[in-house]
């Protein structure tokens, strides 16, 4: 077994943080102090596992009464964020929003995805301002590009249209003024994670399992997939290289929903025989299944690739062989 960082196995034998022993474009940051908002989630909680297993300082930004001098207090909502916690930071990671499939997209819940991404985005930039942090890493979503169908996306192409694309371009801009004032700000455009424990997956193997996998509508929409290994190695990548405004993280292949299917059908060694109609998905699930269900992505990660970043996992098969593991099949 590869060893194992904050949770989630690297699949390499060695430790992929420990800075002596990794390749050029690959090193761990090289900053001392690295302050996340949203460690507790998924893809935050494997970064923060990742720099302290590098010994790097991680500094929790939380909502509730700090529990130790590891964490920094505050308050989106109402904008409180005392920039002098930040003091010694070289960088901040923002990885704060609720789940756009969590819940049906009522007008609450849609209110409530950009309340918990703009705001937060919002304060954390003028913090780093006024702190002179150096370097800001803020997420964003593949959903900035709308449905592109079978074109190719990079991160040059435009904003979509729909409540996702309007969604990331303004939680984009809420960083602008971080940008302006001369912060090196990345926004990191990510696909669909790939995990061994939550996210994605998590919800699917248990359909497959019982055999009711099945591909959604006609299956052409694509997914941009990416391994939450590459995902943690991407963000380390952009807080330590040169990077700045949109990066997608997603893997080099984005595949089909039909595609995707058929792999996680093998994977798991159980059949796929279903198709889920789009009008089912549309009647029980509204405005987010024509959104995050029957449209996709094909977004490819030009900006990593030019910048010399090495993916882990460069097909679906990869990616799905990491996150499932002999336990997890």
């Not at 430790?15 to 090289?30: F, R, S």
């Not at 789940?99 to 009522?106: A, E, F, I, L, Y």
């Not at 943690?232 to 290289?241: G, T």
């Not at 992505?297 to 910048?307: N, T």
Request: with cysteine; charged share 20%; aromatic share 6%.
């Amino acid at each position: 077994m590869g060893s194992e960082v904050s949770g989630f196995d690297t699949g390499t034998g060695r430790d992929e943080t420990a800075p002596d022993e990794k390749t050029p474009d690959e090193k761990t940051p090289e900053v001392k102090t690295v302050a996340i908002a949203g460690s507790s989630g998924l893809i935050g909680g494997a970064l923060a596992g990742a720099l302290r297993s590098a010994d790097r300082r991680v500094l929790r930004i939380v909502r509730r009464v700090p529990a130790g001098k590891d964490e920094i207090r505050w308050n989106p909502d109402s904008g409180e964020f005392d920039p002098a916690a930040l003091a010694g930071v070289d960088a901040v990671v923002n990885l704060c929003g609720a789940g756009v499939g969590d819940k049906r997209w009522s007008g609450a819940y849609k209110q409530a995805l950009r309340d918990s991404r703009i705001d937060p985005t919002e304060v954390i930039s003028a913090a780093v301002v006024q702190a002179g942090v150096p370097v800001l890493v803020n997420a964003s979503a593949v959903g900035y590009y709308g449905d592109t169908g079978s074109t190719i996306a990079d991160e040059s192409a435009p904003a979509g249209s729909g409540f996702l694309a309007g969604l990331c371009v303004d939680w984009e801009d809420a960083a602008a003024p971080a940008r302006e004032a001369g912060v090196r700000v990345v926004l990191a455009r990510t696909g669909l994670v790939l995990s061994p424990s939550g996210g994605l997956l998590a919800k699917l193997k248990p359909l497959f399992a019982f055999g009711l996998g099945g591909r959604l509508a006609s299956g052409h929409q694509y997914m941009p997939w990416i391994s939450l290994e590459d995902e943690v190695r991407a963000l380390l990548f952009a807080i330590n290289k040169p990077l700045s405004g949109p990066v997608n993280l997603t893997g080099p292949a984005p595949v089909t929903n039909a595609e995707f299917t058929a792999a996680l059908a093998r994977a798991l060694r159980r059949p796929a025989p279903f198709a889920v109609p789009g009008f089912a998905l549309k009647r029980l699930l509204g405005e987010f299944a024509e959104e995050g269900l029957l449209g996709g992505q094909r977004a490819v990660p030009a900006a990593l690739e030019r910048a010399g970043f090495r993916f882990h996992h460069n097909t679906i098969g990869e990616a799905l062989s990491y996150a499932l593991g002999p336990s997890g099949r």
